[in-house]
């Protein structure tokens, strides 16, 4: 099966190829390229970059492939003003990170909106190779047209296109090797042995561990019995591989252009001594092929056409169980609990410790999932000049279609606990039973998308004006496998641009559409924005100045909306659920009932973003200095709450859904490059970027609490609460004098809190605001480069400020639930060590008193991490004559090199599970 999908896709992008170069062959140089390299990507078209007034930001996916990320949206740290990437896990196949724009303005709902060539899709699994530019769309003059659903902004991503001339074939290979940044680090069984006959003495209990035991761990002379397992040693490697090959062929005549791309990708996970013909048990690997094949044909002088049919074939394999359980238990179970593997060769267990790492890994067999994506889209494009010079009408369908097949071999394992008989003698003590494995091989998932849009434009120049107007009709149905109404959006929109002498710009953007999700007859909505531009250099009091280049004014404000409210679909509609029923008749006959659920809301409808944005832009020192800057606001309302936390529940139903909520939402985004390039070959370049956004909850339905410090209405969306700890308590007199804590009785050495409402008792109610949210309110970028001659060395930082990140479970807790100690816990507080400690008394017992949410636990996340660095030659001309090839290009380069922050015991985007890689890669490209 997986074979006749890679064939086929070789077969469908090398009969584009052939088809687009005889045609461009047969037809006449007569026809204009459909392309203008001048334009820059906007809503539903391309418009000239002096002409844009609204905010966005833009990037080739040249710059991107530097970053070697398998995941594209992985490569976009920092790169997009404005546009916040929120790591996600390292797992290969599953690495794919949230996307914000201009931070949080809502607090339900705030998935971002992507599109690939002007229809809405999913774009991670897409390679640099294949992108022309990554758009990102920020205020309401960018996002009017979306209407409904623009208000969190709207990435959009370009694929490459042929250009006329002479077939162009690249090829490039890469190989690599990658590793966690890095893992959690944990005490050995002697230090861990040590301290937990501390914690057994605070609690008034007897030591475990004797003076023999804690010498054999010390020695380790006793490795069955008294073993000291690193469990992230036994299950991972030290570095996994991960390869990538892509093949691309472009070219044309001003008639038929073509573009062709072939891409494999491998990314191996870390896990040790896995199966390589996954038959028992398997790594955790990601086999991707991506194709490509976009055509362009002039048909006639005023008809053109294009035919774009990508697709992918993406296959993950993993071991039996799910990646968070193996990390879980590597970090909860201690290094003395017990071997990896008895003298027999079975696989170490205890009674309250079942899940033996290693035996997660290779002896809970295979799992896999294979995806199946295609996307086909056509387009036809017709001059109308017979009628008016600069009018045209064109019309576009697209398909796309997702599958997603399991293949799973999953079984389970005996682990054993081994113990000493009273003769001496070894007993193994038995948990769990081996079993063959169970096969399920199907159907896991599936979606479907169709898109019509038809457009008509207008682009004429009269005299010093210039006229630019879209209007323009789109429909999507979006179908996903056991839903059986598909969700559904229609609607049209508009845009006219006019200038006036090239100084002087003015625009009109509108959306008007509707969601099904809605009421009927309250399911469209209208949302305008109004922009405007003031091109200064063109001004004569300006163009004396000869260092100015370029220099802009722009401002925009509009309506967006946001039909992604959150919460159940239909939230109009009243739900009835099964619940207790009753039994009747002698024979007692059951009957079962129906509950009324919360009410339904016939006035609901979607969030409000009213956007305001002022921005200036230039190029000074003929363009070798330029600057970006906008500032914003934004006012979201009709956020969606319910008033059940604030009206009494004896009303004796579930409240709807209202909206009611209010966000406000501020910022700011700067960029400033030079670039310098001289006689001698020499050039460098440094471009620096910076976003700053900061939301305030206004209203969201709280319940009335007894203090206002208390109320999350005020602060920030995700602003942690919890308790202010102002040290440890030195003895029992000073627990008399202080307030008295209830959350658990308190002993020398735990942590105190303060009393924020004077009652003299520390409880919920003394819960304040601590730190920051987890998403930083500044991110920061830093990209850097010098060239001489072939030689070519560049660096890209990325860092953000005004973070918070809470530690807890068994990450820095030592012996919670039975789990392991971090080196933290060397801190402890204890009668000599009480000035100086770092960490409370170790206790054995739940502490709900030291392990819960406050300032204690909470670290700084701001961080810098070094994203990518390469190092590059490209051989002289000359010499890639020899072999024929117009161009050579070698390279090592790397990923998440380095990492400065505060956190230290972990990663400080990801704390738990499947960590952040770094890579060093070496590659090679080549042109012919």
């Given at each position: 099966m997986?074979?006749?999908h890679?064939i086929?896709a070789?077969?469908?992008s090398?009969q584009s190829?052939?088809?687009a170069?005889?045609?461009a062959?047969?037809l006449?140089?007569s026809?204009?390229?459909l392309?203008?390299?001048?334009?820059?990507p906007?809503?539903?078209?391309l418009?000239?970059?002096w002409?844009i007034?609204?905010a966005?930001s833009h990037?080739?996916?040249?710059?991107?492939?530097?970053?070697?990320?398998a995941?594209l949206?992985?490569?976009?740290y920092g790169r997009?003003p404005?546009?916040t990437v929120?790591?996600?896990s390292?797992?290969?196949g599953?690495?794919v990170?949230?996307?914000?724009i201009?931070?949080?303005?809502s607090?339900?709902n705030?998935?971002i909106?992507t599109?690939?060539?002007?229809f809405?899709?999913?774009?991670?699994q897409?390679?640099?190779?294949?992108?022309d530019?990554?758009?990102?769309l920020k205020?309401?003059?960018a996002?009017?047209?979306?209407g409904m659903?623009?208000?969190?902004?709207?990435?959009?991503?370009?694929?490459?296109r042929g250009?006329?001339g002479k077939?162009?074939i690249?090829?490039?290979?890469?190989t690599g090797?990658?590793?966690?940044?890095?893992?959690?680090e944990?005490?050995?069984?002697?230090?861990?042995?040590?301290?937990?006959?501390e914690?057994?003495r605070?609690d008034?209990q007897?030591?475990?561990?004797s003076?023999?035991?804690l010498?054999a761990y010390?020695s380790?002379?006793?490795?069955?019995?008294?073993p000291?397992?690193?469990?992230?040693?036994?299950?991972l490697?030290k570095s996994?591989?991960?390869?990538?090959y892509?093949?691309?062929?472009?070219?044309g005549?001003?008639?038929?252009?073509?573009?062709v791309l072939?891409?494999?990708?491998?990314n191996?996970?870390?896990y040790?001594?896995?199966?390589?013909k996954r038959?028992e048990?398997?790594?955790?690997?990601?086999?991707r092929?991506?194709f490509?094949?976009?055509v362009?044909?002039?048909v006639?002088k005023?008809?053109?056409?294009?035919?774009?049919?990508a697709?992918?074939?993406e296959d993950r394999?993993y071991?039996?169980?799910?990646?968070?359980?193996?990390?879980?238990?590597?970090?909860l179970i201690?290094?003395?609990a017990?071997p990896v593997?008895?003298?027999?060769?079975?696989?170490?267990?205890?009674?309250?410790?079942r899940n033996?790492?290693v035996g997660?890994?290779?002896a809970?067999?295979?799992?896999?999932?294979?995806?199946r994506n295609m996307?086909?889209?056509?387009?036809l494009?017709?001059?109308l000049?017979?009628v008016?010079?600069?009018?045209?009408i064109?019309?576009?369908?697209s398909?796309?279609?997702?599958f997603r097949?399991n293949?799973?071999k999953q079984?389970?394992?005996?682990?054993?606990?081994?113990l000493?008989g009273?003769?001496?003698d070894?007993?193994y003590?038995?948990?769990?039973?081996?079993t063959?494995?169970s096969?399920?091989?199907?159907?896991?998932?599936?979606?479907?998308?169709t898109?019509?849009?038809f457009n008509?434009?207008?682009d004429?120049?009269?005299?010093?004006?210039?006229?630019?107007?879209?209007l323009?009709y789109q429909?999507d149905?979006?179908t996903?496998?056991g839903?059986?109404?598909p969700f559904?959006?229609?609607g049209?929109g508009?845009?006219i641009?006019?200038s006036?002498s090239r100084?002087?710009?003015?625009e009109l953007?509108?959306?008007?559409?509707?969601?099904?999700n809605?009421?009927?007859?309250?399911r469209?909505?209208?949302?305008?924005?109004?922009?405007?531009g003031?091109?200064?250099?063109r001004?004569?009091?300006l163009?004396?100045a000869?260092?100015?280049?370029?220099?802009?004014?722009?401002a925009?404000?509009g309506l967006?909306?946001?039909?992604q409210v959150g919460?159940r679909?239909f939230?109009?509609?009243q739900y009835?659920?099964?619940?207790?029923?009753?039994?009747?008749?002698t024979?007692?006959?059951?009957?079962g009932?129906?509950d009324?659920?919360?009410?339904?809301?016939p006035n609901?409808?979607?969030?409000?973003?009213?956007?305001a944005?002022?921005?200036?832009e230039?190029?000074?020192?003929r363009?070798r200095?330029?600057?970006v800057?906008d500032v914003?606001?934004?006012?979201r309302?009709?956020i969606?709450?319910?008033?059940?936390s604030?009206?009494p529940g004896?009303?004796?139903v579930g409240l709807?859904?209202?909206?009611?909520?209010?966000?406000?939402n501020?910022?700011?985004e700067?960029?400033l490059?030079?670039?310098?390039?001289?006689a001698?070959?020499i050039g460098y370049?440094?471009n620096?970027?910076?976003?700053y956004?900061?939301?305030?909850?206004?209203?969201?339905?709280?319940?009335q609490?007894?203090?206002?410090?208390?109320?999350r209405t005020?602060q920030s969306i995700?602003?942690?609460f919890?308790?202010?700890a102002i040290?440890f308590?030195?003895?029992e007199?000073?627990?008399a004098?202080s307030?008295r804590?209830t959350?658990?009785?308190?002993?020398?050495?735990?942590?105190k809190?303060k009393?924020?409402?004077?009652?003299?008792i520390?409880?919920i109610?003394d819960?304040?605001?601590?730190?920051k949210p987890?998403?930083?309110?500044w991110?920061?970028?830093l990209?850097t480069g010098?060239?001489?001659?072939g030689?070519?060395?560049e660096?890209?930082?990325?860092?953000a400020t005004?973070r918070?990140v809470m530690l807890?479970?068994p990450l820095?807790?030592?012996?919670v639930?039975d789990?392991k100690?971090?080196p933290?816990?060397l801190?402890r507080?204890t009668?000599?060590?009480?000035a100086?400690?770092?960490?409370?008394?170790l206790?054995?017992?739940?502490n709900?008193?030291?392990?819960?949410?406050s300032?204690f636990?909470?670290?700084n996340?701001?961080?810098?991490?070094?994203?990518?660095v390469?190092?590059?030659?490209?051989?002289?001309?000359?010499?890639s004559?020899?072999?024929?090839?117009?161009?050579?290009y070698l390279y090592?380069?790397?990923?998440?090199l380095?990492?400065?922050?505060?956190?230290k015991l972990?990663?400080?985007?990801?704390?738990?599970g499947y960590p952040?890689?770094?890579s060093?890669?070496?590659g090679?490209?080549?042109?012919?």
């Amino acid at each position: 099966m997986q074979t006749r999908h890679k064939i086929f896709a070789v077969f469908i992008s090398l009969q584009s190829l052939a088809f687009a170069h005889a045609y461009a062959q047969q037809l006449p140089d007569s026809s204009r390229s459909l392309r203008d390299s001048s334009r820059l990507p906007v809503a539903y078209g391309l418009q000239p970059a002096w002409q844009i007034t609204s905010a966005q930001s833009h990037i080739s996916g040249d710059q991107l492939r530097p970053s070697s990320a398998a995941t594209l949206s992985n490569a976009l740290y920092g790169r997009l003003p404005g546009l916040t990437v929120l790591q996600g896990s390292g797992e290969p196949g599953y690495d794919v990170p949230g996307l914000a724009i201009r931070g949080l303005a809502s607090y339900r709902n705030t998935d971002i909106l992507t599109f690939v060539d002007g229809f809405e899709s999913p774009f991670d699994q897409l390679t640099a190779d294949e992108i022309d530019k990554i758009t990102v769309l920020k205020d309401a003059a960018a996002t009017a047209m979306y209407g409904m659903r623009g208000a969190n902004g709207v990435l959009l991503v370009t694929t490459k296109r042929g250009m006329a001339g002479k077939p162009k074939i690249t090829f490039g290979a890469q190989t690599g090797w990658q590793s966690p940044t890095r893992l959690p680090e944990f005490l050995d069984s002697y230090n861990y042995a040590t301290l937990y006959n501390e914690a057994r003495r605070n609690d008034g209990q007897p030591e475990r561990y004797s003076a023999a035991d804690l010498e054999a761990y010390r020695s380790q002379s006793d490795p069955y019995f008294h073993p000291d397992v690193n469990w992230y040693d036994e299950v991972l490697k030290k570095s996994a591989p991960m390869s990538n090959y892509q093949l691309n062929v472009s070219g044309g005549n001003d008639n038929a252009r073509f573009f062709v791309l072939l891409n494999v990708l491998k990314n191996t996970g870390l896990y040790k001594n896995t199966d390589r013909k996954r038959e028992e048990n398997s790594n955790a690997n990601f086999l991707r092929y991506n194709f490509r094949s976009n055509v362009d044909i002039n048909v006639t002088k005023r008809l053109s056409a294009s035919l774009d049919l990508a697709g992918r074939v993406e296959d993950r394999t993993y071991p039996g169980t799910g990646a968070g359980n193996i990390w879980d238990n590597m970090m909860l179970i201690p290094p003395n609990a017990f071997p990896v593997k008895n003298p027999d060769g079975s696989y170490g267990g205890a009674s309250i410790y079942r899940n033996n790492p290693v035996g997660l890994v290779l002896a809970k067999g295979v799992a896999s999932t294979h995806d199946r994506n295609m996307q086909a889209t056509m387009r036809l494009k017709y001059d109308l000049d017979q009628v008016t010079k600069g009018l045209a009408i064109s019309g576009a369908i697209s398909f796309n279609n997702w599958f997603r097949g399991n293949d799973d071999k999953q079984k389970d394992f005996a682990v054993y606990q081994l113990l000493r008989g009273t003769s001496g003698d070894t007993i193994y003590n038995k948990f769990g039973d081996n079993t063959t494995a169970s096969v399920n091989d199907g159907q896991n998932n599936q979606w479907r998308r169709t898109n019509t849009l038809f457009n008509l434009t207008y682009d004429r120049s009269f005299g010093k004006s210039d006229i630019n107007a879209l209007l323009q009709y789109q429909q999507d149905v979006y179908t996903i496998s056991g839903n059986n109404v598909p969700f559904a959006h229609q609607g049209a929109g508009g845009r006219i641009t006019y200038s006036y002498s090239r100084k002087y710009i003015a625009e009109l953007t509108f959306g008007y559409n509707g969601s099904e999700n809605f009421p009927k007859g309250k399911r469209f909505g209208f949302f305008p924005a109004l922009s405007a531009g003031w091109i200064l250099s063109r001004e004569a009091f300006l163009q004396s100045a000869g260092w100015i280049d370029f220099l802009k004014l722009r401002a925009s404000y509009g309506l967006a909306g946001n039909d992604q409210v959150g919460g159940r679909r239909f939230p109009y509609q009243q739900y009835y659920y099964g619940g207790n029923g009753y039994y009747f008749g002698t024979d007692n006959h059951y009957a079962g009932g129906m509950d009324e659920g919360s009410l339904g809301n016939p006035n609901v409808t979607w969030e409000k973003a009213r956007k305001a944005n002022i921005g200036v832009e230039g190029n000074f020192f003929r363009n070798r200095l330029n600057f970006v800057l906008d500032v914003f606001h934004e006012r979201r309302t009709d956020i969606l709450a319910e008033r059940s936390s604030s009206i009494p529940g004896y009303i004796g139903v579930g409240l709807p859904s209202e909206n009611i909520g209010i966000v406000n939402n501020k910022g700011l985004e700067v960029s400033l490059g030079f670039e310098e390039n001289n006689a001698k070959g020499i050039g460098y370049f440094i471009n620096a970027s910076a976003s700053y956004a900061h939301n305030k909850i206004e209203y969201m339905a709280e319940a009335q609490r007894p203090f206002a410090y208390l109320n999350r209405t005020g602060q920030s969306i995700g602003q942690p609460f919890g308790l202010q700890a102002i040290g440890f308590f030195k003895d029992e007199a000073e627990i008399a004098a202080s307030p008295r804590q209830t959350f658990a009785p308190v002993k020398p050495g735990d942590i105190k809190y303060k009393d924020q409402n004077g009652d003299g008792i520390i409880d919920i109610y003394d819960e304040v605001a601590i730190g920051k949210p987890s998403i930083a309110a500044w991110t920061f970028g830093l990209h850097t480069g010098i060239r001489f001659k072939g030689l070519s060395l560049e660096a890209f930082f990325q860092g953000a400020t005004g973070r918070s990140v809470m530690l807890q479970g068994p990450l820095v807790w030592a012996f919670v639930n039975d789990a392991k100690a971090a080196p933290l816990a060397l801190g402890r507080w204890t009668p000599e060590t009480a000035a100086t400690a770092t960490y409370p008394r170790l206790t054995t017992t739940a502490n709900d008193n030291n392990y819960r949410a406050s300032d204690f636990w909470q670290r700084n996340g701001n961080f810098l991490r070094l994203r990518n660095v390469e190092l590059g030659y490209t051989l002289p001309a000359k010499v890639s004559k020899i072999v024929s090839l117009q161009q050579t290009y070698l390279y090592v380069n790397a990923v998440n090199l380095f990492t400065i922050d505060a956190v230290k015991l972990t990663d400080p985007e990801v704390l738990i599970g499947y960590p952040v890689m770094k890579s060093v890669n070496i590659g090679i490209r080549v042109q012919m």
